[in-house]
């Protein structure tokens, strides 16, 4: 890399840097009176942890569907099908 480079990647970073200055802390010193018992909040808090699932959501795979139709006899009647015409087969319609 030319020293032009450098000097125009070290400008822009500088530029860049600027906007990302953080401020102050705000400090909240309002009391804060809570309306139920510390008792309620940790009876609360074991009912939800003791019916949560940790199963991710989505997780859980169908049951193979059970048919009563043997594959060849299905393979069959779709063949002919696309012999009379009745659906299109490949990429292009029925002609």
């Known amino acids: 890399m030319n020293s032009k480079a450098i000097l125009a990647i070290a400008a822009f970073a500088a530029i860049a840097s600027t906007g990302a200055r953080a401020d102050d802390i705000t400090v909240d010193n309002t009391q804060f009176q809570s309306s139920r018992t510390r ?26 569907v059970k048919s009563s139709v043997d594959t060849k006899v299905l393979r069959a009647q779709a063949a002919e099908a696309v012999r009379l015409g009745k659906i299109s087969a490949g990429e292009a319609g029925p002609v």
Request: proline letters at 8%; glycine letters at 4%.
């Open 39 to 64: 008792a309620e909040v940790v009876a609360e808090a074991s009912k939800v942890a003791a019916t949560r699932s940790t199963e991710p959501a989505g997780s859980r795979v169908a049951a193979p």
